[in-house]
C-alpha cells in the first residue's frame, strides 16, 4: 500500500523564521492530505492536494504538490507560536484507509 | 470546537475491566473512523464504518470491538485490555467513506491500562 516518508522528524526554529516539511512518496499519489496537531490536541485537517503541480495557500501557510504526485510539502513563512504542534501529512490507501506521515514536531523559541 | 464528541476524556482501567468509549457526531456523515495513536507517533487506523456496516478492521485484537449504533454513534467496548493497549484513541468522521474527503477528529480519550 501507498506509504509516505515525512522529513524532518522534528525542527526548531526562532519566533519569525521559515519551516518546511516534506513528504514523499514512491509511488504516484491520487490526493494527499495535510492536518495539524497541537500538543495534547486532536488532528485537524489543512487541506487537501489533488492536482498535479499545485499550490495552494492559507495566509501564512503554502502546500505545495509535486508534478509526478509523489511529493508534497507544507511552508510556513515567519512563524508564530501558535504554529507550534506537529504536522502531519497523510495519504489513503486502498479506497478508504488514512495513512498518516510520522509527522514533523515543530517548535518555536519566542 | 470539534464537532466529534468523544467521552470520557480519560480513561483509567485495569486489565480485567470492561469499558466503553463513546463517540457522536451530527454533521451527517456517513463514514466513522477509530484510531489509536501513542505518544509522538502518527494515528493508526483501526476501524471503519461506512453506511453503519465495518468496512475495514485493521487486524485489531478482538478485546477491541466496535459497534455503530447508527449513523450518528460509534462506540468502542474494551475488555481485557493489556499495558500496551494504553494510547490515545481518536474518532474521526467524514461525509463519505471515500478517500478524497477531510477526516474530522474528536478530542480523543486518553486510556490507561494498569
Known amino acids: 500500500g501507498q506509504q509516505v516518508m515525512q522529513i524532518p522528524q522534528y525542527q526548531h526554529v526562532q519566533e519569525g523564521e521559515d519551516f518546511t516539511t516534506y513528504c514523499n512518496s514512491s509511488t504516484t499519489l491520487s490526493n494527499i492530505q495535510w492536518y495539524k496537531q497541537r500538543p495534547g490536541g486532536h488532528p485537524v485537517f489543512l487541506i487537501q492536494?489533488?492536482?498535479?503541480?499545485e499550490v495552494k495557500k492559507q495566509k501564512r501557510l503554502t502546500f505545495q504538490f509535486g508534478e509526478a504526485k509523489k511529493n508534497s510539502s507544507l511552508h510556513i513563512t515567519a512563524t508564530q507560536t501558535t504554529d507550534v504542534g506537529t504536522y502531519f501529512c497523510?495519504?489513503?490507501?486502498?479506497?478508504?484507509?488514512?495513512?498518516f506521515g510520522q509527522g514533523t514536531r515543530l517548535t518555536i523559541n519566542p | 470546537d470539534t464537532e466529534v464528541t468523544q467521552t470520557p476524556k480519560h480513561l483509567v482501567m485495569g486489565m480485567t475491566n470492561k469499558k466503553s468509549l463513546k463517540c457522536e457526531q451530527h454533521m451527517g456523515h456517513r463514514a466513522m473512523y477509530w484510531y489509536k495513536q501513542k505518544a509522538k507517533k502518527p494515528p493508526e487506523l483501526m476501524f471503519v464504518?461506512?453506511?453503519?456496516?465495518?468496512?475495514i478492521n485493521e487486524s485489531v485484537p478482538s478485546r477491541f470491538s466496535p459497534e455503530c449504533p447508527n449513523s450518528s454513534l460509534l462506540n468502542l467496548h474494551l475488555h481485557a485490555l493489556q499495558p500496551e493497549d494504553s494510547a490515545l484513541y481518536l474518532c474521526a468522521s467524514s461525509f463519505s467513506g471515500t478517500g478524497n474527503q477531510p477526516q474530522h477528529f474528536g478530542d480523543g480519550t486518553r486510556l490507561s491500562i494498569l
Open positions: 464504518y461506512s453506511y453503519e456496516k465495518l468496512s
Open positions: 497523510a495519504v489513503i490507501q486502498g479506497a478508504q484507509k488514512l495513512v
Open positions: 492536494l489533488v492536482k498535479s503541480g
